[in-house]
Nanobody, 125 residues
Framework: QVALVESGGGSVQAGGSLRLSCVAS????????LAWFRQAPGKEREGIAI?????RYIESVKGRFTISKDNAKNSIYLQMRSLKPEDTAMYYC?????????????????????WGQGTQVTVSS
């Protein structure tokens, strides 16, 4: 049974840091495209970072967030620094499957077939 489980969310003050983790089970992440999305209240879900080999980012998080992957642990991570109140959202990891491309940004939700349940990040000013 395939599952993605995120952890590491929490509440921080502006300027702080958090590290999100996402552990995959039921399949191996080597060779697939993985991404982090986020959804703020009242807004659409947006893809913010993607990794196949190197990481790629949307402009609003570039230079502050770092996506990484550990195939041995079947996990991906999102290191977030210099957090801003506008980063407040539910954060989701997502995975596509073997043989599919790794496109973006911009990221399309339809490219991803496995999703985690989300972890909340709240940044106060």
């Amino acid at each position: 049974q395939v599952a993605l489980v995120e952890s590491g969310g929490g509440s921080v003050q502006a300027g702080g840091s958090l590290r999100l983790s996402c552990v995959a089970s039921g399949y191996t992440i080597a060779g697939v495209c993985l991404a982090w999305f986020r959804q703020a209240p009242g807004k659409e879900r947006e893809g913010i970072a993607i990794i196949d080999g190197a990481g790629r980012y949307i402009e609003s998080v570039k230079g502050r967030f770092t996506i990484s992957k550990d195939n041995a642990k079947n996990s991906i991570y999102l290191q977030m620094r210099s957090l801003k109140p506008e980063d407040t959202a539910m954060y989701y990891c997502a995975s596509n499957t073997y043989g599919r491309g790794c496109y973006g940004p911009p990221l399309r939700m339809s490219d991803y077939i496995y999703w985690g349940q989300g972890t909340q990040v709240t940044v106060s000013s």
